[in-house]
């Protein structure tokens, strides 16, 4: 399904392309998050209008609210929330170890109280596949267990031990086990797995791509666990390969050693995925590494403290001095935002709680990230990614530079 | 400025056009409210989608946040907000006399302080007109004192009085009687006054349309002010009529009968507009009575609550019923939201606060009171309305009456 189009003379950037059902990701690659199967503030279209080629959404969240039985319904994720283009859906197993309450970690699974409500339920790696099956994602994620940082050797060793004998299990229950049938529906598991999308109601394709399905490396910041992960995942054999439990706190150096570390163990032929990283120059320093996908909340998140992003670093448009100020977030960019507002306005929005000033900085951010990254690939097959980055990490750092001042 | 069209044949319906600085408005026609210089969690160019001809914006409020300074420097309210259509804008009577705390009236103007940071301010009627033209609005309305319901007949007399005074001096100023000098300007009032708005950098137009100028009906529920007032307006001149000071309480019947009777009072030749009113029956109603324009914030606000009008009633989307509903809100309707999104995710959207959930409401309900103006136009051109009047209420009558059983 990854098609591994060039790599990088100086550095080990990649320029690849993911099938999946629901259409072509170019990578390297940023999938704005829709948590609860809506990127915040933003339609369906806007996505489409910053040209972002896939989303993220989060298997937790959707297994408490709407809850499957409504997604089934619905005919899937993708009719449920409107979105025709490539969805991965997250485990949730981050979600369930820091949000949820009254949280037990079992060999079986996990229990857990939901945030919202304190009722309790039980998830196993088998359940969560289904689930995602269900959403009819494009690319799933299995049940692991993150630790938190720091983390001592002997937890981190555990929680990786658990976080592989359910990478085995899912792939099991996704291709070659199945255990039980999927809820109501009389079929077996292993025809569900087997059945091209298509006949779940969900694809666009023509039904012969399957749902991928990746593994994620754990390890805390011990990159012996690190390696040892890659190389049983690998062993088991996924579609990509995910770097998780980074940027837990660890700071900027420790997130770039376990990166650079960790990508160069996972298979070159397969998407590389660092989950919930980053700021643009995280980002840089993580394709320059070798990494194809990213997902992060910032654009979303900053968009709604009214902070945005450019290529000179970031505007704090709550900021008085941008009350009279009438020109673009950013004079060269495209987005719907630039074309059509200007910081003096954004900001009024912004003092006067109006929500128009957070979908108008949200927007704007998510298409920084996704032009960012078609700039990246540019560059990429240009010959030219490692002058690109040095260029934009120095117009930031000139940028923070004055602010020292 | 005002065509009147036609007049229906079995009610006082109009069909007319209102020419303004901004382009045409087609009457009966309803104004969204952009209270802060935003239709609340919609952009512009939603607006425009909803083929909505002209907005509603506010001067109290403008004034406060983010000041006059701001929006003269921008250009003027359209290149602050980035509409192109015509707007009318309230003159923060009604807001001084709700909102602010600490009121004063004199008959000089009335002092207040700011409902945001208790500052104090004194605005008298041609400092309003002023503030409006910096905007460059294309209908002002002036400084009026609005009472609250029940009001005595002494009480509205004064206010009465007062407003018919300062109705007076708004015309003057904004025509004939330049009192100061504009601000930090050397262009004497008079001229500003009579500059076409091209020349302040705000219009579209070829320059020939002035800024209009309304007057506002008062007199609470008693007729004979409400007669004395409309023929004080008329002898003074103005471009347009509202009637003020109704659905602050007094109930539906009281709303008719004071709209009912004002409405006859004001001339043929001119735009009446009642503000601030209303549901889907209550525009039917005023329509027939022969009101051209209508404001009100029922469709965001209950947009924002959860709340889709449709031909057959509201639609609470909050309600669990919906949970498991992939129908659009209105099947018939043509809106943003209809075409791509089911109530069932909607209802998701709301139930887990997602922004979105507002936006995809707000704008709907904003679509459904165009449409409606819309369809009542066609009625009236196809000399139906009497009967597209009572099939709607009779279609709204019906859902509530299945309510009750």
């Known amino acids: 399904m990854f098609t591994l189009i060039k790599t990088d003379k100086n550095t080990r950037a990649r320029l690849g392309k993911l099938e999946t059902a629901h259409g072509v990701v170019n990578t390297p690659c940023f999938m704005p998050v829709g948590t609860q199967a809506t990127v915040k503030t933003l339609s369906h279209q806007e996505l489409v209008d910053c040209a972002a080629e896939i989303m993220l959404s989060n298997t937790y969240h959707l297994y408490l609210r709407p809850g499957i039985d409504v997604i089934k319904q619905a005919g899937g994720l993708h009719k449920f929330m409107s979105w025709d283009r490539p969805v991965l859906t997250d485990s949730g197993g981050f979600q369930v170890f820091s949000l949820a309450k009254l949280m037990k970690v079992k060999d079986e699974g996990v229990e857990f109280s939901s945030h919202i409500d304190g009722s309790r339920h039980f998830l196993t790696p088998e359940a969560v596949i289904e689930l995602q099956q269900v959403f009819g994602s494009d690319i799933m994620m299995p049940l692991d267990e993150p630790v938190s940082y720091p983390c001592s050797k002997s937890k981190a060793r555990e929680a990786l031990d658990r976080t592989i004998d359910w990478a085995r299990r899912s792939k099991a229950c996704h291709c070659e086990e199945p255990r039980r049938s999927r809820g109501d529906e009389a079929i077996p598991k292993r025809e569900i797995a087997s059945l091209p999308l298509a006949t779940l109601g969900v694809a666009r394709n023509d039904g012969s791509i399957r749902q991928l399905l990746f593994g994620i490396v754990q390890g805390s910041s011990y990159l012996d666990l690190r390696k040892e992960a890659a190389e049983k995942l690998v062993d088991i054999g996924f579609d990509g390969y995910a770097i998780g439990g980074v940027s837990v706190g660890e700071g900027e150096g420790l997130i770039y050693d376990v990166t650079e570390y960790t990508a160069v163990l996972l298979p070159e032929t397969k998407p590389r995925y660092l989950m919930g990283v980053g700021t643009p120059q995280d980002i840089l320093e993580a394709v320059s590494m070798g990494v194809d996908m990213f997902d992060c909340v910032m654009p979303t998140r900053n968009g709604r403290n009214g902070t945005a992003f450019t290529k000179t670093g970031k505007l704090l448009l709550r900021n008085s001095k941008y009350t009279r100020d009438f020109t673009p977030i950013d004079k060269g960019c495209g987005c ?22 957070l979908r108008l900085v949200s927007l704007h951010n998510i298409y920084f990230y996704v032009m960012l990254m078609k700039e990246i690939r540019g560059a990429i097959t240009e010959n030219r990614f490692t002058e690109y980055k040095k260029e934009l990490i120095r117009a930031y750092k000139d940028k923070e530079r004055l602010k020292g001042r």
């Open 336 to 357: 719907f935002t630039c074309r059509n507002y200007t910081r003096g306005y954004i900001r009024h929005l912004l003092n006067t709680e109006e929500l128009l000033g």
